[in-house]
């Protein structure tokens, strides 16, 4: 089977990021504990996510409003749906540096284009919430759904569906449109805990079938992002 270019090329960055040693940098503001700086993938290349080291430095701009209208831009709850994990920012570092970089793992930036273009958490693709609620045999929700590593499963045969129904052949993970068997690790933001995009991709995704133990929820999104001066790159 042959890997397609841009694959070969994250697989390659991924195999250096990982044989790399952890430089110690002394610096007065690091990530966590453990982490001065990480390094991720993103659109093929590596960049190094660093928070602002500037102690008097602050948030400016959309992020830094305490107001939003709401509805639609309500706070949004801890726990968005049964089985998927909220986290934070110490786990988003982990998934980025290891889940992103490996590929085994896809953090979604789910917010419509014209906010993904202001800017964007290093190793983010944006995928909007709207693709993801596409019905089943639209064509950019397949192509996206199989980036994810999901497949579709085509015309199945009503024998199969019976032998599946009635457990004689394996049927996790799979449902009549899709097969989950090789989906991805998922983290999933927006703007930040009051913004529903992300929530309703997360929903719209279990509805199609994606197993809820693969989704993550990072409900700060970029306000929280950014409130801790966290690197953020342009697409």
Same mark, same amino acid.
């Given at each position: 089977m042959k890997i397609p270019f841009r694959e070969m090329i994250n697989q390659l960055l991924a195999a250096v990021l990982l044989s790399l040693?952890?430089?110690?940098?002394?610096?007065d503001v690091q990530?966590? #504990?453990?982490?001065?700086?990480?390094?991720?993938?993103?659109?093929?290349?590596?960049?190094?996510?660093?928070? #602002?080291?500037?102690?008097?430095?602050?948030?400016?701009?959309f992020f830094a409003r305490?107001?939003?209208?709401?509805?639609?831009?309500?706070?949004?709850?801890?726990? @968005?749906?049964?089985?998927v994990k909220t986290i934070g920012e110490v786990e988003l570092?982990?998934?980025?540096?290891? &889940?992103?970089?490996?590929?085994?793992?896809?953090?979604?930036?789910?917010?419509?284009? #014209?906010?993904?273009?202001?800017?964007? @958490?290093?190793?983010?693709?944006?995928i909007p919430f709207t693709i993801l609620q596409a019905s089943a045999d639209d064509?950019?929700?397949? &192509?996206t759904l199989h980036?994810?590593?999901?497949?579709?499963?085509?015309?199945? #045969?009503?024998s199969t569906q019976l032998l599946e129904k009635i457990g004689l052949l394996s049927s996790d993970l799979k449902n009549d449109d899709w097969d989950f068997g090789q989906a991805k690790k998922l983290v999933l933001f927006c703007n930040g805990p009051w913004c529903g995009q992300s929530p309703r991709g997360?929903?719209?995704?279990?509805?199609?079938?994606?197993?809820?133990?693969?989704i993550h929820y990072y409900?700060?999104?970029?306000?929280?992002?950014?409130?801790?001066?966290?690197?953020?790159?342009?697409?």
């Open positions: 040693p952890i430089a110690a940098l002394a610096l990530l966590d #504990e453990k982490r001065p700086t990480l390094e991720t993938i993103h659109e093929g290349h590596v960049v190094k996510i660093e928070r #602002e080291q500037n102690l008097n430095h602050t948030i400016s701009g305490t107001a939003h209208k709401c509805p639609p831009h309500c706070a949004q709850p801890i726990a @968005i749906a049964p089985g570092f982990d998934f980025l540096q290891n &889940d992103v970089v490996t590929g085994s793992g896809v953090l979604i930036d789910a917010r419509l284009p #014209e906010w993904n273009q202001k800017g964007t @958490i290093p190793g983010s693709v944006n064509p950019q929700l397949a &192509d980036q994810l590593g999901v497949r579709k499963r085509g015309k199945i #045969e009503t997360i929903r719209a995704l279990l509805k199609l079938g994606y197993p809820a133990d693969r409900r700060g999104g970029m306000q929280m992002w950014q409130l801790y001066g966290l690197t953020t790159i342009v697409p």
